[in-house]
């Protein structure tokens, strides 16, 4: 018997799409921002080395991060507009997410086997579970204006944030007390491993299988997508023909493209803090013990989590009462604010307070770009081209983003003068969108 079809709006539709965060926002949390970075520090700690020999020659760990990061999503940028292009003549969106959720949770898993001895391995992982996460992420973006009318986008776009933070702080919990207090969880210490390491190896672990479980959810309910007519001769290409249509319709739409400059100037900054955040708290800050800097390290994303809650909340609401633009500007400022004061943090408790002040701005910077770019887009069923244009603007950002991040930290010997560079990425940022709404048109 065939299931029923969800209706555009319904709130079945809706939540189905909104449960995706839910599914894979335990990836950004457990993997990009908590344990991860504090169990790659630990692997450096424990060999009692800085660099390590990778690609010919020696590097540091920060950096070695850094341009890994970079390199994943060169090649994110170059994999969604093939996605894209063949999702839309095919009308199989649904199997490309699929596939790119399913490699993003296997790599998760595989990071169990991460090692300093194995470092190619170990980095492929890291290098997968990027992939992974961000392609399924634009897929499941490019749904958005297919299941949700223009009024109910900014709502279930926060919905969205607001389910995968309550998710991923649930995981997190769990991989906390397995970490802090491994032999509650029957994990023992070996002759060539701690607990706590082995400890955050379960972890990965449990963010791939609950990736893939939960979005099953989503799966189920989503459409398969809208199938294009006309000759599919070039297919695997037609996603840059795409992306280059939809350039050319830019410039028809003067609105849409001054918003797009500026999201792709601040949103460089904003990945680049989602993705390096960590890496500087378990540098910089003087914890004073191991277990305290792996305690305070999660506490302190618990706590953006959290916050940012409410922030995506309060994002949603002031968006209501003063429009779009006008709330992107402040939270723009408010981020310059922030990186002045993450220059200066010594303390754990400096870092407990930037942490929450992160919050307040994470999600609703997040929910609030992408339902404005909704907004903005012409009537159209080809959805999937206008957001791949949208996520490869964020991925070449976030490449010249960590690029940088990482050569400033490797060229001066701190991570801490980097946070001066996406300060100003804010304040750029902020300038460009007073520019969004202005009828005289750029020169």
Avoid at 13 to 42: C, E, K, Q, R
Avoid at 313 to 329: D, Q
Wanted: proline letters at 2%; a positive charge.
């Amino acid at each position: 018997m065939a299931r029923a079809i969800a209706i555009k709006g319904s709130k079945k539709l809706l939540n189905a799409w909104a449960f995706y965060d839910w599914a894979n926002s335990v990836y950004s949390l457990v993997i990009a921002s908590a344990i991860f970075p504090i169990f790659y520090g630990a692997l450096f700690r424990v060999a009692e080395i800085e660099k390590v020999m990778v690609f010919g020659g020696e590097i540091a760990r920060a950096p070695l991060i850094s341009y890994v990061t970079s390199l994943a999503f060169v090649f994110i940028a170059i994999v969604t507009p093939l996605v894209s292009g063949i999702a839309d003549y095919m009308g199989n969106k649904k199997v490309f997410m699929k596939f790119f959720c399913y490699l993003g949770g296997v790599s998760c898993i595989g990071l169990y086997w991460f090692s300093l001895e194995h470092i190619y391995f170990s980095l492929g992982c890291y290098f997968f579970g990027l992939v992974g996460f961000w392609v399924s992420f634009a897929v499941n973006n490019s749904y958005l204006p297919d299941i949700a009318f223009p009024e109910q986008q900014d709502g279930v776009s926060a919905k969205g944030f607001s389910m995968g933070y309550i998710g991923s702080v649930l995981l997190l919990l769990l991989n906390l007390g397995m970490v802090m207090k491994p032999a509650l969880f029957g994990i023992e210490s070996d002759a060539g491993e701690a607990a706590e390491i082995k400890a955050m190896k379960y972890s990965f672990v449990t963010v791939g299988i609950w990736w893939i479980l939960f979005s099953q959810y989503t799966f189920f309910h989503l459409p398969k997508g809208n199938k294009r007519e006309g000759r599919r001769e070039h297919v695997v290409l037609n996603g840059f023909r795409e992306l280059k249509k939809v350039w050319h319709q830019l410039g028809e739409e003067t609105k849409l493209k001054r918003y797009l400059v500026a999201f792709f100037v601040y949103s460089m900054a904003v990945q680049t803090v989602m993705l390096i955040a960590t890496y500087f708290g378990e540098e910089e800050i003087d914890w004073g013990s191991d277990s305290g800097r792996t305690f305070g390290l999660i506490i302190s994303i618990l706590v953006i989590q959290v916050v940012a809650i409410l922030g995506a909340t309060l994002t949603a609401l002031a968006s209501k009462a003063f429009g779009n633009i006008k709330t992107l500007i402040v939270i723009n400022i408010l981020w310059v604010f922030i990186c002045i004061y993450a220059y200066f943090l010594i303390t754990p408790m400096d870092f407990y307070i930037a942490a929450g002040c992160v919050g307040v701005v994470m999600g609703g910077i997040q929910a609030l770009s992408r339902s404005t770019y909704s907004k903005f887009i012409p009537d159209t069923t080809d959805t999937t081209s206008f957001f791949s244009f949208y996520d490869v603007a964020e991925k070449i950002g976030i490449i010249i983003g960590t690029f940088l991040y990482g050569f400033v930290a490797q060229v001066t010997g701190s991570m801490r003068n980097a946070t001066i560079f996406l300060g100003l990425f804010f304040l750029v940022g902020a300038f460009l969108l007073t520019r969004v709404h202005l009828k005289k048109k750029l020169s």
